[in-house]
Each structure stands twice: as structure tokens, then as C-alpha cells.
């Protein structure tokens, strides 16, 4: 089997299959903590580096694991790294940690880890392994983060609120205020306004690649007619 290149792990984890805009993954934790941009990052980051190191940890003992008990060795793995995480955002990101309760566990449980686990880091070097737990966790990440801020813009009229959370002082600086006087659309933050959200998001990267499909068929067209003449 031959090895994937370092650009097209690249190119699936952050779009082609992203696994929160085309494999609908995670949608749980991704709908329901999206109310802005930082409680987003605070679980996209989690989420990463769970992928990330979960891919490298299964990489790394592929050969040594039976394959009958492969599937709990992996679910073990995961959850002492999502444990891990827990514990450090608890000490670290108390008051971030809050918001954000049992999403921050309920990563074990994410059909996107395992499943990388299972169909990739299983079978592929630990560069590989690495490199595509960072980009499929980056890709989920960025959807987090982009559903947080335009539900937050919508909602709030504000972009970075609450950012004291993840960076302290720094963070009251951090904070945008759009428009001014804004009443708020409650529907934004609540959650009809996640699923909207989310759809006009698939929506967007649908019209993407059909629009980038279409050129590339008009390109071939164009490529092959001075052949023929």
C-alpha cells in the first residue's frame, strides 16, 4: 500500500475530508459549545492535540497490539490522553474548563479520534500519524472556531469575547466590538441557530468545490481542443 504525501494529508484533514464539514463528525460537542469563537478554540485545541497525540501513541504500538484487542487498547489510549487534558485545562483554564464540562471528556467518545486511530495511524509511519491527527484536528478546529465567531457576530454583535479565559489579562484586549449598541439575535446562541450556522457553512464549501470543479473541467475542455484540432 503506498504511502499518502505530506500535502494530501494536509489538504484531507483541513477540507477535503473535514471531519466536521464532510464526515459529520463530533457535531455534538461542535453545535453545542460554539456559542463563540474562544469556547470553540478552548475545544478545537483539546480536540488537536487528543488527535495528535492519540495518532502518534497508536503509531507507535501498531505492531506490538493483537489485532483482537486492538479497538480498547486504542479507546484506552485515548482516554488517558483526553484524562490528561482535563486535568491540565482544570488547573490551567478553570474558569474555561467550566463552560465547557463534560465536552471536554465526551472527546473520547468523538467517531473522528478512533476513527483515525483505527483507519489511519494504525497503518502509517508516526510522521504520518502525526501529521494527519494535526491537520484533521486544525480542520475541526477552524470550523469550531468559525461557527463560535459568526454565531457569537450574529448573536452578540462582539468577536473574542470572554478571550480572558484562554490568555488571561491579554485577553480583555483581544475583544472586538463590531457594532455598537446591539440588541442581539438570540436565535444565533441558541440551538437552532448551530444548526444553521453549521448548514450555511456546508452550504458555502459545497458551492466551493463545485465552482473549483467546474474550472478544472473547462480547463481540461480548453487543454484538449487544440489537441484535436
Known sequence: MSEPSYPHILKEGL??????????????????????????LGLGLATLLTLA???????????????????????LVIASIVTVIELA???WLHDLYLILGIFIPLIVTNCAIIG?????????TVDRALLDGLSMGAGFALVLV????????????????????MFGEFGNHLTLT??????????????????LGLGFL???MNIINARRERKAAAATVAAAQPAQA
Do not use: K
Not at 58 to 74: M, T, W
Open 15 to 40: 477540507w477535503a475530508n473535514n471531519p466536521g464539514l464532510v464526515q459529520l463528525l463530533g457535531l455534538c460537542p461542535l453545535l453545542a459549545v460554539t456559542t463563540n469563537a474562544i469556547n470553540g
Open 53 to 75: 497525540a492519540s495518532n502518534v501513541t497508536v503509531s507507535l504500538i501498531r505492531n506490538i497490539v493483537r489485532p483482537e484487542v486492538r479497538i480498547p487498547v486504542f479507546v
Open 89 to 91: 485545562m482544570n488547573a
Open 116 to 124: 483515525r486511530a483505527e483507519s489511519f495511524a494504525s497503518r502509517q
Open 146 to 165: 468559525t461557527l463560535g465567531g459568526l454565531r457569537e457576530l450574529i448573536g452578540q454583535g462582539t468577536l473574542l469575547s470572554q478571550a480572558h479565559l
Open 178 to 195: 463590531l457594532i455598537d449598541d446591539y440588541r442581539g439575535f438570540l436565535l444565533a446562541i441558541l440551538p437552532p441557530g448551530a444548526f
Open 202 to 204: 456546508i452550504a458555502g
